[in-house]
């Protein structure tokens, strides 16, 4: 066992992928010598040299459009977005290139690029810097979606991805990076797409990822108090989604709420509501309810509390769940 | 990589210089400029103060007031230059780092410190000071420029537009669009690119290979390079590409040359990247000390002067720490405030539910 940060997991993940195939690249802005602005990146460029971890011009449309280029030459590149604010100067690429391009080969082409982005608020940053832009790219065709949200699954998650022939939107949960674990470095991971329980419960399955998977946890552990016994899932998965988890889930529980920082408005939420309620109609016992941030600007720093999900809004929604 | 030299130490060729780092003056061709002493003790004294409201604003970050700060030192003779050559009908677009550009336009340093504290995201109507809200995103702003100078243009106005970028930022995709659709709508803006050598971590060779001065010409208008720790010359070369625009010459790029003498920001460690004998070697040519030397030289000031303004900026400095903390803090409902112009149901909707919610904690809404 070794213990590690989440950052440090991913660090580690990405150092064994480029060990095992020398194909695999780490590009963008700052991520050599300062090891990225979230050191996520730290001493790879030291131990695999300038050609395999590659400092980019400041162009994110460029970043994602050249790693295109590298993966039809057979390199597989892991691209860092400094920030979540500033995908959209790549989303052309990601969008109309990245996602769309190996169809329009027949399958003949493969592009097996990670879009790491770190991603999400509760860091007390300026504008830009707090986003979770994720639904933009759970709706886009051809992108397989993933969120971490603990250094076990950063560690196995990041290795994963980058194996994986499909491009892959890649979300780190900023405000997580320093979160602690036990890792075992030589465990397989549960496959990208699975989702996980997290914890096991009764009552109410709540359904998070990324950095809302800690928040549930601590809304489940102050339940226990109200004798209530909630269950939480990790989708990590965010396209597709393992819908065999959640259903399983909420058939035993007969109640869900889903809880993200993005907007509720047209967020993944709806996307797992109307699943769910399709699917396990005659097992609920009330709407599936969501929890998530307003559908605003993200609010300056000094009102990000008011703004993002925390245990309370949880457990409110939780009790509403129970009144109906 | 290159960054293992002490970068820009050497003045590059083709530099217009009109006060030497010694504080001596020198003659230029093309720019030249009349100063009366009172414009040159006023010059120093913009330089003094928006150095003393920056190093007041990175210890207001330091004890936690502000959440981030991006400093200006080291770039104040480019920002003063640039920002007293503008006419007050010009308009101005910034980053994130024109404090002092902000200041010769007469925007209340306190003003700028919201953003950075985190209780708004720019906090004042561009059109007050025709200086426009603080741009995170680097580059966007050039564009929003240039669509203004052709508002400009079309409006017949006696105006030019300025927007500022950093040599990492000409790399983005939008700058580039910024140079093509200047210059094809001949559109009167000036592009001021302050080349402090750095971008976070990755010096000017990764942006660029030749002088980014000369990008210009290969996008069909004129560029320049100052330099940017040379008050006179920023001053001199900017109003010049000012009235050019003005007079329906067009756009100029002008590339002042500096050094960012401080972190990229406040969340920074230089020292993972850069030698420190480089910030050595940039602060003998420190823009507020070349125009001391030249004041003293001359005998256009005497010490008197000098104290006098290190006390006015003390006393600002005391005043801009003060009215920041005296900053209140935004309430909730203030996420829901001005997101639309006109009546929205799912703003109201939003709004009454969380209000609501938020009573019920006891307080009433004050968690
Ligand atoms: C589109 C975008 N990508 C990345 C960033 C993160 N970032 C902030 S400042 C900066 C470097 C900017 O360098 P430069 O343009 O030289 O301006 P300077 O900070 O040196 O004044 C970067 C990469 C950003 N703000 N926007
Ligand atoms: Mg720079």
Redesign the pocket.
């Known amino acids: 066992m070794t213990t590690l940060t989440l950052g440090k997991a991913l660090n580690e993940g990405m150092r064994r992928a480029m060990e095992s195939d020398p194909k695999v690249l780490v590009m963008g802005?700052?991520v050599g010598k300062l090891g990225g602005?979230f050191r996520v990146t730290d001493g790879l460029q030291k131990d695999f040299g300038e050609d395999r971890v590659i400092d980019t011009p400041?162009a994110?449309s460029g970043i994602i459009g050249t790693a295109i280029g590298l993966a039809m030459r057979g390199y597989r590149p892991i691209c860092e977005i400094?920030?979540d604010?500033?995908v959209?100067?790549a989303a052309d690429q990601i969008i109309t290139q990245l996602a769309k391009m190996p169809l329009r080969s027949l399958g003949a082409l493969k592009l097996p690029v990670v879009v790491r982005i770190p991603c999400g608020g509760g860091i007390g940053a300026v504008e830009?810097h707090s986003e979770s832009p994720e639904a933009y790219f759970t709706h886009t065709g051809g992108l397989r979606v993933v969120a971490c949200s603990n250094p076990v699954d950063a560690y196995t998650m990041i290795q994963d991805a980058v194996r994986s022939d499909d491009p892959i939107i890649f979300f780190e949960p900023k405000r997580r990076y320093w979160d602690k674990a036990d890792i075992d470095l030589a465990a397989p991971g549960l496959p990208l797409d699975r989702a996980r329980v997290v914890r096991p419960g009764r009552d109410v399955t709540l359904v998070a990822y990324g950095p809302m998977v800690k928040t549930c946890l601590e809304a489940a552990a102050a339940a226990e108090d109200d004798g209530r016994d909630l269950e939480v899932v990790d989708l990590r998965s965010l396209n597709p989604l393992d819908m065999g988890v959640l259903e399983e889930s909420v058939r035993r529980t007969g109640r869900c709420v889903v809880v993200h920082e993005a907007p509720i408005f047209t967020g993944l939420g709806a996307e797992v509501a109307a699943r769910v309620s399709e699917r396990c109609f005659y097992h609920l016992e009330s709407p599936v309810l969501r929890v998530g941030g307003f559908s605003t600007p993200y609010p300056p720093s000094r009102l990000e509390e008011y703004y993002l999900p925390d245990l309370d809004r949880v457990l409110e929604a939780v009790d509403r769940a129970f009144a109906y | 990589m290159t960054s293992d030299v002490p970068r820009g130490v050497d003045a590059p060729p083709d530099l217009v210089q009109l006060l030497t780092p010694e504080g001596e003056r020198v003659e230029h061709p093309d720019y030249d400029i009349e100063l009366t002493t009172e414009e040159v003790r006023s010059l120093y004294r913009d330089l003094v103060l928006v150095r003393r409201v920056d190093l007041e604003a990175v210890a207001l970050q330091r004890q936690g007031e502000l959440g981030l700060w991006?400093s200006l030192l080291g770039?104040e003779a480019a920002q003063i230059g640039s920002g007293r050559a503008l006419a007050a009908t010009d308009m101005a677009f910034p980053?994130?780092?024109e404090h002092g550009v902000a200041w010769c336009r007469d925007v209340d340093p306190v003003k700028l410190l919201g953003m950075f504290r985190g209780v708004n995201h720019g906090g004042w109507d561009p059109a007050d000071h025709n200086f426009h809200l603080y741009t995170?995103?680097?580059?966007?702003q050039t564009l929003h420029a240039v669509g203004y100078a052709m508002g400009v243009q079309r409006d017949g106005a006696d105006a030019a537009t300025i927007v500022y970028?950093?040599?990492?930022?000409?790399a983005?995709g939008d700058v580039n669009e910024a140079f093509i659709w200047a210059s094809v709508f001949n559109a009167p803006v000036v592009f001021f690119c302050?080349?402090?050598q750095?971008?976070?971590s990755?010096p000017?060779e990764r942006?660029t290979k030749i002088p980014l001065y000369r990008r210009a010409s290969g996008f069909g208008f004129p560029g320049v390079r100052v330099d940017g720790n040379d008050v006179f010359a920023c001053l001199a070369v900017t109003r010049k590409a000012l009235r050019n625009a003005r007079e329906g010459q067009g756009p100029t790029l002008i590339e002042a040359y500096t050094y960012?003498m401080g972190a990229?920001?406040t969340s920074d460690d230089p020292t993972r990247y850069r030698l420190a004998d480089e910030l050595e070697a940039w602060k003998l040519k420190d823009p507020i000390e070349r125009v001391k030397a030249y004041l003293f030289k001359n005998q256009l000031a005497d010490q008197e002067f000098f104290d006098k303004i290190d006390e006015e900026a003390d006393a600002l400095g005391k005043d801009v720490r003060a009215r920041c903390l005296a900053m209140p803090d935004p309430k909730p409902e203030a996420i829901f405030q001005h997101v639309y112009a006109e009546p929205h149901a799912l703003m109201d909707e939003e709004r009454e539910q969380y209000l609501t919610y938020l009573a019920g904690f006891e307080g009433g809404g004050e968690r």
């Not at chain 2, 970028?165 to 000409?170: E, P």
């Open positions: 802005e700052d602005v400041l994110e400094q920030f604010g500033f959209f100067p830009h | 991006a770039q980053t994130y780092r995170i995103v680097i580059g966007s970028f950093g040599d990492g930022a000409s983005q302050q080349n402090n750095w971008a976070i990755q000017m942006q960012r990229h920001t």
